[in-house]
T-cell receptor, first 116, second 114 residues
């Protein structure tokens, strides 16, 4: 398994501002994923972040709104830009070693974001 | 395209009873993996159990077992001797071959009654 930490654990932000969420893993992993979970909903994948390449965004998510960095094999950041109340969600970082069908994906504790 | 269906939005179960959470899936790929996660009110996603499409036996992890019926494309989670701490959201997820990302179901909220 992997131990994953996220900072901040929660935040309350004003409309129009930006927040950067950090994800740190205790070991090197190939694949990192960022998810959004809106209140009462399931998880929605925002993007896949592999070290050394640009993040791959899912339909409905764009780099200008959710820029991602992946400077090394243990760290990634997600920025939520120009926030609106609709961005209020739990944001979860997740990692997998290889992305194969047997590869368990582990999750960080999440960042609870409230936008006023 | 892969799809996960969880038809039970909520369940209430008496403490110490067994509970089955339903999950059906759809994929055209013969190679896939099925995962169950628990999400307590704290928000973290906790991995519970994994079942591979070619596994001959149903997966078990402590009080968790997976009732895998490949022909029916179902992968139900069974929790034996439920405890108050089992109250949480439970998500079924799948990854098939060549698809590095997980697809999640809509989840089931399980409440254990003392």
């Amino acid at each position: 398994s992997a131990v994953i930490s996220q900072k901040p654990s929660r935040d309350i932000c004003q409309r129009g501002t930006s927040l950067t969420i950090q994800c740190q893993v205790d070991s090197q992993v190939t694949m990192m994923f960022w998810y959004r979970q809106q209140p009462g909903q399931s998880l929605t994948l925002i993007a896949t972040a592999n070290q050394g390449s640009e993040a791959t965004y899912e339909s409905g998510f764009v780099i200008d709104k959710f820029p991602i960095s992946r400077p090394n094999l243990t760290f990634s950041t997600l920025t939520v830009s120009n926030m609106s109340p609709e961005d209020s969600s739990i944001y979860l970082c997740s990692v997998a070693r290889s992305g194969g069908i047997t590869d368990t994906q582990y999750f960080g504790p999440g960042t609870r974001l409230t936008v006023l | 395209a892969q799809k996960i269906t969880q038809t039970q939005p909520g369940m209430f179960v008496q403490e110490k009873e067994a509970v089955t959470l339903d999950c059906t899936y759809d994929t055209s790929d013969p190679s896939y993996g099925l995962f169950w996660y628990k999400q307590p009110s704290s928000g973290e996603m906790i991995f519970l159990i994994y079942q591979g499409s070619y596994d001959q036996q149903n997966a078990t992890e402590g009080r968790y077992s997976l009732n895998f019926q490949k022909a029916r494309k179902s992968a139900n989670l069974v929790i034996s001797a439920s405890q108050l701490g089992d109250s949480a959201m439970y998500f079924c997820a799948m990854r098939d071959f060549g698809n590095e990302k997980l697809t999640f179901g809509t989840g089931t909220r399980l409440t254990i009654i003392p």
